[in-house]
């Protein structure tokens, strides 16, 4: 071998397995997973009335098999991107339950289905389904991201996406802070002051486990002292060791395929939070390679659609996502360790039954923050990630979910009063001005509405009319097949909306052409008069 060789020769990088950092990226991130783990379970246990024999005993144990599979598959993907390019600098994608998406499947699809039925397990078939359709619209969508985010106005994504975050993500647990305020609005303090005002707590504890920790000090202090505070008590934890053991996840393929009667109310949320999935997937993975690790967006979008389906099949209702934020966990000193480490720990947590004494211990009311603060984040991105002349669009955007949160409350009210909107009468209801109708045709697939009305308002606010005009007739077509505006699929259920949108797509589109003509009139005017002042030769 000559000098020139080997001078040219690289020795090869041994990438370690673990590194010093690894010890801090997972005591954050793995708190954070399991802070999100401990809020899911309190919306099956306390929102969705689930059985604790489902939650625990199927659900959980399948929810951390997803976890253990997309962890330790990215650990996997980084360190083979580590030793391809000779480096030990590589982090691992953060991934695990889709935050947003934990509270859309919860309040807009599995909420509904329990109040129409009454059966929790029929909620929970819906909510497989729900994740089913959506691990396809991953694995497809990784193919086709780059064309839907190009046409998709981020306000109208956004905006649609506040309009959940303001109502079926926010204002139910804002009632309930202040229902235990002692333990709710404290802990609301305790996580504002860590995760908006950036406090850091003694020993570097994140601001959702110190909120846990303070909460369950102030309802256990309570308990001391005889006072029944945040619902906790020594028999809640006798109850949680009986039920102690290990559970492995079973498959549930009757309950996916079952909830496919539901199908209606499952895809005007899927489809849309389907491609809401894949653009924050693109954004997260660019992020990444900003702070010089670069992974293939197909790759992670196809990986998240699978890890989800499997999770699904075995019982799990939530979607795995690639999180944000991979900067800060390799800046500090993550690498591929804590990625899977943080899997090893969600799978011994929810297949050992150590998630339901953990639930026993500490109050569900010091949990609610956490929802209040997500939903806070949600709304407030769809102003602080879009152009600011678009903000009446997002406003737009979430209007059809506020009917939709409206019409809920509505029939909530009615039922408990033992009677319905029909009963009472349209004309009554109206005379006191409550205007259900409208609600409901509102508020129906509204999602996908407010897509749609938030889309119209950018492309008029950029004057693309053309555009505004063809999502105006993709909103009657979707309108002509009951996607929205209606209350169930089918053909023409609201054909009135429908013929309203067709009209505004042929308005915007004379209006287009009006200005395109007027344009080009302007612009021969112009060149007449430019020539008519030229002095003569």
């Known amino acids: 071998m000559t000098a020139t060789t080997q001078s040219a020769a690289t020795p090869a990088v041994t990438v370690p397995k ?29 929102v969705l009335k689930m059985p604790d024999e489902i939650v625990f005993g199927r659900i959980l144990p399948a929810l951390g098999l997803m976890m253990f599979l997309s962890t330790g598959y990215y650990a996997w993907l980084a360190r083979k991107l ?39 397990v029929d909620a929970w078939s819906a909510g497989l389904t729900w994740v089913f359709v959506q691990s396809f619209v991953l694995m497809i969508g990784g193919f086709i991201a780059p064309v839907i985010r190009k046409i998709t106005p981020r306000a109208a994504l956004l905006g649609s996406l506040a309009g959940i975050s303001l109502t079926f993500i926010s204002l139910s647990p804002a009632a309930q802070l202040y229902m235990t305020p002692v333990i709710g609005v404290v802990c609301l303090a305790v996580i504002l002051a860590s995760w908006l005002g950036g406090y850091r707590y003694p020993g570097g504890i994140p601001g959702g486990l110190a ?27 006798g109850g949680a060791l009986a039920d102690f053991g290990f559970h492995v996840p079973l498959p549930a393929f009757a309950e996916v395929f079952g909830g496919f009667k539901y ?32 992974f293939p967006t197909t790759r992670v979008l196809t990986a998240d659609g699978v890890v989800s389906l499997i999770g699904c099949m075995m019982g799990n209702p939530f979607i795995n996502a690639v999180y944000i934020g991979h900067p800060g966990w390799k800046a500090m000193g993550g690498r591929m360790g804590y990625s899977a ?25 010091a949990l609610l923050p956490i929802l209040l603060y997500i939903g806070m984040l949600i709304g407030a991105q769809a102003f602080q990630e879009s152009p600011h002349r678009h903000a009446p669009a997002v406003v737009l955007a979430l209007i059809p979910n506020i009917a939709a949160w409206g019409t809920t409350q509505i029939n909530n009210a009615l039922g408990a009063a033992g009677t319905n909107a ?11 001005g409550v ?44 309108t002509f097949f009951g996607l929205i505006h209606s209350e169930a699929i089918g ?7 429908a013929a309203a949108y067709l009209i505004v797509a042929v308005f915007l589109a004379v209006l287009s052409r009006k200005d395109q003509i007027l344009a080009e009139i302007d612009e021969v005017v112009h060149h007449h008069d430019h020539v008519a002042t030229q002095p003569a030769e």
């Open 18 to 46: 673990w590194t010093p950092g690894d010890w801090n990226a997972f005591f954050g991130f793995g708190t954070n997973i399991l802070v999100n783990v401990l809020v899911l379970t309190g919306l099956l246990r306390f």
């Open 82 to 120: 580590a030793i391809k390019e000779g480096r030990t600098d590589v982090c691992a994608l953060p991934s695990g339950i889709s935050v947003p998406h934990m509270f859309v499947v919860t309040f807009v699809v599995m909420l509904p289905i329990l109040i129409e039925t009454g059966n929790p």
């Open 211 to 237: 909120a846990m920790l303070v909460g369950s000090l102030i309802a256990w202090g309570g308990q001391a002292a005889g006072f029944d505070i945040g619902g906790i008590g020594p028999e809640k934890v």
């Open 263 to 294: 199908i209606g109310v499952i895809l005007v949320t899927a489809i849309p939070f389907g491609i809401y999935d894949l653009v924050e997937a693109m954004d997260n993975v660019e992020s990444a390679e900003a702070a010089g690790d670069h």
């Open 341 to 365: 480490a943080t899997g090893v720990m969600m799978l011994t947590l929810t297949w050992c039954g150590v998630v339901a004494l953990m639930m026993a211990v500490i109050p569900s009311v």
């Open 422 to 432: 029909g009963k009472v009468g349209m004309e009554a209801l109206a005379s006191n």
């Open 435 to 478: 205007l259900y109708d409208g609600l409901v045709t509102l508020g129906s697939g509204a999602t996908l509405a407010g897509i749609i009305l938030g889309s119209i308002a950018v492309m008029i606010i950029d004057n693309k009319l053309m555009r505004a005009s063809g999502f105006a007739l993709a909103g009657a077509v979707l």
């Open 491 to 497: 053909v023409m259920k609201t054909p009135a909306v």
